[in-house]
């Protein structure tokens, strides 16, 4: 049997992007979480995944939403990790965002944003796997750098390869 500590420090040295995903729940509050399991499913149609654990603070809000937002984020975008990935409230308070698809909270400046539907969702284990068809993204920043977790840390590029 795989002890799960040593499953995650094993998975740990596959480095990861770092995003946030946003939603609203029934209520119309606003929830984000920080999420590294995001991924391309196919280019057509356009479709993403991600996965949320179900003891997750904002669960309950993904296991039913409709819409989401994925923001890809930059080296320069720790704190925006850092306050997604902590079980609060508060997390959008103080920061300006805009309204997506189905009322989803969009945030500028990141480098990549991509507008979903949800397609599917798919028991995994501990977690909830969403696939979502994207319906509209931009492309913000061509040239940031990308936010990566590596060993349970946040990493950057030393050099993009040729």
């Given at each position: ?27 119309g ?93 798919y ?22 750098r ?12 030393s050099?993009?390869?040729?």
């Amino acid at each position: 049997m795989i002890e799960p500590n040593a499953f995650r420090q094993a998975l740990g040295h596959f480095a990861t992007g770092v995003t946030v995903v946003t939603t609203r729940d029934v209520a119309g509050e606003l929830i984000g979480v920080t999420a590294s399991s995001f991924n391309t499913v196919s280019l057509d149609p356009p479709l993403v995944l991600w996965s949320i654990g179900r003891k997750a603070f904002s669960y309950p809000a993904f296991a039913v939403a409709e819409h989401f937002a994925v923001h890809v984020l930059g080296d320069q975008q720790a704190g925006w990790s850092n306050r997604f990935g902590r079980a609060s409230e508060a997390k959008f308070e103080g920061l300006h965002y805009t309204e997506g698809l189905g009322g989803v909270p969009l945030f500028e400046g990141c480098p990549a944003r991509f507008e979903c539907c949800v397609e599917h969702r798919y028991e995994g284990g501990d977690h909830l796997i969403l696939v979502g068809r994207v319906h509209r993204m931009d492309v913000c920043d061509d040239e940031a750098r990308p936010l990566l977790f590596h060993r349970g840390r946040y990493a950057g590029l030393s050099a993009l390869a040729e």
